[in-house]
Structure formats: C-alpha cells, structure tokens
C-alpha cells in the first residue's frame, strides 16, 4: 500500500504501523509530533495505529533558538 509522508509516497506493508513507518524513515522516538491525515497521534499509540491507503503523515520535529 502506498503512503505519504511528509510528501515523500512511500511503499509499505499490507499491515503496517505507523511506528513501523517511522522507523523505516528513521524518525526519532523524541522531539516529533506526527500527524496521520490531520490527527494527532500520541507516541504511545504509534505501534497500535495502523495505517490506510493513501494516509498522509506529516512529521514535525522540535527546533531550538530564536
């Protein structure tokens, strides 16, 4: 199945999670939010949340400085 992330269409599993997508992209586990499809998915739910065709992860990582 394909999905987006961060742009990027990315082939994945039949039964993947959105912590196995993560991982594949080297997402770390600290300092990111992500998003699939315009919610929010707490880092506790990511290896329970599965994903669809099509999903749209957005992945946001935590900046430092002025």
């Not at 196995?20 to 300092?31: F, K, S």
């Not at 669809?52 to 935590?62: D, I, K, M, P, Q």
Request: glycine residues 12%; charged residues 15%; proline residues 5%.
């Amino acid at each position: 199945m394909t999905v987006l992330v961060n742009g990027i269409v990315t082939e994945v599993g039949p039964d993947a999670t959105l912590a196995d997508v993560l991982a594949v992209h080297g997402v770390p586990e600290r300092g990111v939010a992500v998003a699939v499809s315009g919610e929010v998915v707490p880092r506790a739910s990511w290896a329970s949340t599965s994903l669809r065709e099509g999903a749209v992860l957005e992945v946001l990582t935590a900046v430092q400085g002025g």
